[in-house]
């Protein structure tokens, strides 16, 4: 049963930049389907009109079902979980820790996974420009698949022949980092750059509030906070650090050493409101599943995947754990 405070209500009065009036309710025909459905999306930097860019995958499901779609752009991933609990919105594309939110403040169904080049979960790792200290071995050079660069990693974090990128790996070398080491690390939203990385922490019982810090607001930004020697250690996302153009960072990748991996976590996905069907749900799982055959190029460049996949209910245990360590 859903659960929503008049406070959060009008919260998402706020958040919601919806340009359409929301589903409908009401049913076609007796099986009891809506005869529109909403689906939220969440800004992207990359497009101006997200509504208009996600058009292909909402106009497939509008025929494919025989319902019209309707796409809406919300505040944030948070704002597109409070859209499925109170009804203006029937599907909604989010992050992992709003997909075990969905399903626990709202009895939502996570259906599918973000998939990225065959992975549907990634690890945080730890960077260091100090590998003498950290890496029991001397540090390898890896090929990162994705970039085509090569890095270097040590602690088995991968091999000339090997680079996955799964954890957790290299976490005994956290207990080198003492009071005196710098840390960059992320907000406390952020699973790689700050849950992740704490929880592996702790685990090497390691005093966390004990640290100095060195607050960074991005992923590459940790990068960059350990390549200029602000910090010692960084946090991200694997692998960060291509995501650093080789002309503002000239040596980076014999500079930096990858040590070790959190746990891994899961990507994103889609998440349907309980409110829809159970038939329809199965129905849309289905579709979406299969857009990435349909259209490719729309899941590379507006959702920036290369496929959606079935949920699994281990990963998403996964983000319920952190979500529960988290809270607030």
Known sequence: MRRFTALAAS??????????????????????SPDKLTLALIPNEKVNDLVTTAKPLTDYLSEELGIEVEGVVTKDYQAAVEAIGSGQADIAIASAAQLASAEDMYGAHAVLQDERFGADSYAGQFVTNNPDKYCKDEPVASTYAASGADYLYCNGTATPEENKGQGPKGLEALKKIDGETTVAMLGATSPAGYQLPVMAMESQGIDVDSLKKVPVTSNDASIMAVYNGDAEVGFSFWDARSTIDASEAPGLAEKLVVFGYTDMYPNGGVVI????????????????????????????????ITDWVPAKQESIDMARKVNERFAQ
């Open 11 to 32: 919260a998402l009065a706020l958040s919601l930049s919806l340009t359409a009036c929301s589903s409908d309710s009401s049913s076609t025909d007796d099986s009891n």
């Open 273 to 304: 409101s309980d409110e829809v069907p159970e038939d329809l749900r199965g129905q849309i799982t289905d579709l979406m599943d299969g857009f990435s055959e349909v259209d490719p190029d729309t899941m590379s460049a507006i959702f920036d």
